[in-house]
């Protein structure tokens, strides 16, 4: 018997020895996963891809890095020559500032006004510069808000409900505490939708006479035809100077990428035929250096998750995946009637397996809203909601002549399979027949 339990627990023993690995086996294994990440690690500095949704003070200090001075610099020397007559005391003048998004406008300004800031600190000029974010859209109590809060050191004290007159009594009192010349950068100012005039009048006329300090004001737009929109009498009083800030061409694209890689990435692991592909791809919408960046920062994600290698492939990837991003939000903004009329357009299109008219995807749409329980809408009002869904893309929807019989829409796939599959899933299982026809 007892030779028969120390035969048991050796088997046992032999067993169990046999299940688990080598101590040496599992560090190897921990050791090789940490390798190839490591391997595939191509991100360096992130913070460097993504500089817009950073903090002024962050935003600053990152753009110091990887902002290229080269390609803006004739910009730079009218700026620069625009406020020397700071350096005699006199007041330098306004400035309108106008660019295609994505030109650098308030990247430059910025640069700019941080480095005349540090020179008129070494030459005892008293100057002093605020930035006033107006790019999402504001109403003018929203504009004076953002505007108080810009001289209050970003801390968002006021709230709805403060009078319009109590918010410009704080502007002006924090402006009375200052001496010396103070420059306002007024970004997109023709986004505030009511009231601009009453805005821009207070910086034009009201503040200039109620402060001490000389206001200086640099306004930036992308409208080229924001300045005719102005009541003529702010223009008169602002006697303001123009510049143009030209759409960035491939080359331009191409360094500010380069000292992207440079900064944010392990340039050992970028090609450059990657890089130019990026560029030509950003330059030939806009010239829109933000859409190059965000290129890049998607390509260098699809790298790091494939060999750690960004090479042309990995640009087509990020582009991909960009255009089903925004289709995504796109379709996630939708009202729910146009969202069930799209649904309805790619499960009729899925089940004909060919082009659908009109009617027979108003059929479908009757049977969607059937079992969500919503009351359809007349077949006029879902003609009208396939010309919107056509118009931004969602669907194709041409007009074909059938004769006598009048004239219908041939409606056919325009988003990409993966996106369609994803509208398809959120679809409720309906009972049907193969077809409606
Ligand atoms: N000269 C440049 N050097 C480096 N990055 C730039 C340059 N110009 C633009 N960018 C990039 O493009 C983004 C958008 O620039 P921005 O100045 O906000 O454009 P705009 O104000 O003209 O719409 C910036 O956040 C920056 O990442
Ligand atoms: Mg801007």
Same mark, same amino acid.
């Given at each position: ?6 035969? #048991? ?7 169990? /020895? ?13 050791? $090789? ?8 690690? *191509? ?11 950073? /903090?002024? +003070? ?7 890095? #990887? ?12 700026? &620069? ?20 998004? +994505? ?9 700019? *006004? /941080?480095?005349?800031? +540090? ?22 109590? +929203? ?11 970003? #801390? ?7 009078? *319009? ?45 109620? #402060? ?87 390509? &260098? ?5 494939? $060999? ?9 990837? &990020? ?94 796939? /325009? ?20 077809? *409606?026809?």
């Amino acid at each position: 018997m007892l030779i028969y339990k120390v035969c #048991v627990l050796w088997s046992m023993k032999q067993q169990t /020895s046999t299940q688990t690995p080598p101590a040496n086996g599992t560090q190897d294994i921990i050791g $090789s996963a940490f390798a190839t990440v490591s391997q595939r690690k *191509l991100i360096r500095r992130r913070i460097y891809l993504d500089d817009e949704n950073l /903090s002024d +003070g962050e935003r600053v200090a990152v753009l110091q890095e #990887v902002f290229h001075r080269g390609i803006r610099m004739r910009q730079i020397e009218r700026l &620069a020559k625009m406020m020397a007559p700071l350096g005699d005391g006199h007041p330098p003048p306004h400035v309108l500032i106008y660019g295609p998004t +994505g030109t650098g406008k308030s990247v430059t300004c910025l640069h700019f *006004l /941080s480095a005349m800031q +540090g020179v008129c600190a070494q030459k005892d000029i008293s100057f002093q510069y605020f930035y006033v974010d107006l790019t999402t859209p504001h109403t003018c109590f +929203g504009a004076f808000n953002e505007l108080a809060i810009a001289m209050d050191g970003s #801390v968002r004290r006021y709230r709805k409900g403060v009078a *319009l007159t109590e918010m410009q009594e704080c502007i002006i009192a924090a402006l009375n505490a200052l001496n010396g010349v103070v420059c306002m950068l007024i970004d997109e100012p023709d986004t505030i939708t009511r009231d601009q005039d009453t805005f821009l009048m207070f910086l034009a006329k009201t503040l200039p006479r109620k #402060v001490q300090a000389r206001l200086v004001y640099i306004f930036l737009t992308n409208q080229p035809e924001w300045e005719r929109s102005l009541d003529p009498r702010i223009l008169s009083v602002l006697k303001k100077q123009d510049m143009i800030f030209e759409p960035y061409d491939a080359m331009d694209l191409l360094e500010i990428l380069k000292l992207r890689v440079e900064k944010a990435l392990d340039p050992d692991k970028v090609n450059e035929t990657a890089l130019r592909k990026i560029a030509a791809m950003a330059s030939r919408d806009t010239g829109d250096a933000r859409k190059a960046v965000e290129l890049l920062a998607k390509a &260098a994600e699809a790298a790091e998750e494939g $060999s750690g290698h960004l090479s042309e492939a990995e640009v087509d990837t &990020a582009a991909l995946r960009l255009e089903s991003d925004k289709t995504r939000q796109l379709i996630d903004a939708l009202a729910p009637q146009q969202h069930l009329a799209l649904r309805a357009c790619y499960y009729g299109l899925q089940k004909e397996r060919r082009r659908l008219s009109t009617g027979l995807a108003y059929a479908w749409y009757h049977r969607l809203c059937s079992e969500e329980c919503t009351k359809p809408l007349t077949q006029r009002r879902f003609s009208e909601m396939v010309s919107f869904l056509d118009l931004y893309g969602l669907v194709n929807a041409c007009v074909t002549s059938k004769g006598r019989f009048g004239k219908t829409r041939d409606i056919s796939q /325009s988003l990409p399979s993966t996106v369609v599959a994803d509208i398809l899933g959120k679809l409720p299982p309906i009972e049907r027949q193969d077809s *409606l026809t």
